[in-house]
Each structure stands twice: as structure tokens, then as C-alpha cells.
């Protein structure tokens, strides 16, 4: 618990629930693995939220080493807890009384959304355990899961988003909601990427031993 909150204030946005998820995976401290961070910002460079990327799966590093598969996996189980814990934050907001019709009826549409997203999520972390070590078709099925099934977490998210895009709705229903899974649906789509390199680098070096 100590170490939890040690390093809370270092993972910013990227601290809600963090390591409940990271099934297999040991929390590490901080910094104490330069190798590992670097290969993470290397890896991140191929996201479209960098930063953000490595702000969420630096105090991972000691797991993740050099690992393409580690980094996946790390990266799917923070988005994971991301995505639920917002699903639960919507599902909050949602008894808010007084909301304009409009955005009651965005909200419940977010709900709904938020709840195939985390399901979508949830299964893709255990079929990336699947991903076996070979090369063959077992891995290609199970990569091809993966990659639809975060796409369409990504795209649930994106769709709770657009529901609030009215300019008509205001207020801070709406304003807390878009940030919060618009902040979600960014380290899914940094999940997705990394899945998508961890896919295409395993093809590509199963026969030189790339981890
Ligand atoms: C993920 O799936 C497992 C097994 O299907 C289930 O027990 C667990 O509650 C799910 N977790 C979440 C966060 O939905």
C-alpha cells in the first residue's frame, strides 16, 4: 500500500485504479529500470499520445524490460482500469438530478457504452494471454481478436464522446464526462498501437527470438 501511494502523484492521469487489472503483472517502483524506460519511450514513439503513454506504463518497467508482449499486455490492463473506472464514474453522474433530457438521454447512451467497452477490453487482456510464443496461425487468430476487439472498445468510447457533441448541451455533466473518456479513449488507442506493433514485430522476428 506504501509503495502504491508513493507513486501515485507520478502517474498523474494515469492513476485511477491502476495495478487492480495488471493481471500477471508486478507493480515495480519507479525509475529503477532505465533499460525498461527506455525501450517504453521508444515503443511509445509509435502512439499517438506519447506522453501520455509514457506516463502511464513507466512504473512498469522492471516488468516489462524489453518486451513487446509485457508492454501490450501492461498497456491493454491500464486501459482496461481506465475504461472501468470511468464506466463507474458515468454511472455516478448519471443520478445527477435536473439534466436537460438531451443530455440524460447522452449519458444513458454512455453508460452503455462504457459497459461494452470495458467487456471488449476485459476479453482482449485475456485473449492476449493467449497470444501463444509461436508464429503460426494460433497467434495470428488470437492477435486478430485482439486488434478488433480493442478497435471496437476505442470506437464505443468515441461514440459515448460524440453523443455530447450537440452544441446546445452544456454544463458540467457533459464537460466531465467528454474529458474523462476522451482521456480513456487516448490510452486505448495508445493500447491499440502497441498491440498492433507488439502483432507486427512478433511476425516479423519470431524467427530471430524478438520478445
Ligand atoms: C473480466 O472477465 C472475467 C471473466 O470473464 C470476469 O470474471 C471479470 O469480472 C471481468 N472484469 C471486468 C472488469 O469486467
Known amino acids: 500500500m506504501a509503495k502504491l501511494v508513493l507513486y501515485l502523484p507520478k502517474l498523474g492521469l494515469c492513476f485511477t485504479l491502476l495495478g487492480l487489472y495488471m493481471d500477471g503483472i508486478a507493480e515495480s517502483t519507479v525509475s529503477s529500470n532505465p533499460s525498461g524506460i527506455d525501450f517504453i519511450r521508444a515503443s511509445c514513439r509509435a502512439t499517438l499520445y506519447p506522453a501520455l503513454c509514457v506516463q502511464c506504463l ?77 508464429n503460426g496461425q494460433d497467434f495470428m487468430w488470437h492477435a486478430s481478436n485482439v486488434q478488433t476487439w ?35 479513449a487516448q490510452v486505448t488507442s495508445n493500447a491499440l498501437a502497441l498491440v498492433n506493433r507488439f502483432a507486427t514485430r512478433h511476425r516479423a522476428g519470431a524467427a530471430h527470438n524478438i520478445p
Open 58 to 134: 513507466s512504473s512498469y518497467a522492471n516488468t516489462i524490460q524489453q518486451s513487446q508482449r509485457q508492454l501490450a499486455q501492461a498497456a491493454l490492463s491500464v486501459s482496461l482500469a481506465r475504461a472501468q473506472s470511468t464506466s463507474a464514474f458515468v454511472s455516478r453522474i448519471a443520478k445527477t438530478t435536473g439534466l436537460n433530457p438531451r443530455v440524460y438521454q447522452a449519458v444513458q447512451d454512455c453508460i452503455d457504452n462504457m459497459a461494452y467497452s470495458v467487456d471488449q477490453l476485459n476479453q482482449s487482456v485475456q485473449e492476449l494471454g493467449y497470444m501463444g510464443r509461436g
Open 150 to 184: 480493442v478497435s471496437a472498445a476505442l470506437t464505443d468510447e468515441n461514440t459515448c464522446v460524440n453523443g455530447f457533441a450537440d452544441n446546445a448541451m452544456d454544463g458540467n455533466v457533459k464537460a466531465a464526462i467528454k474529458s474523462r473518456v476522451i482521456s480513456v
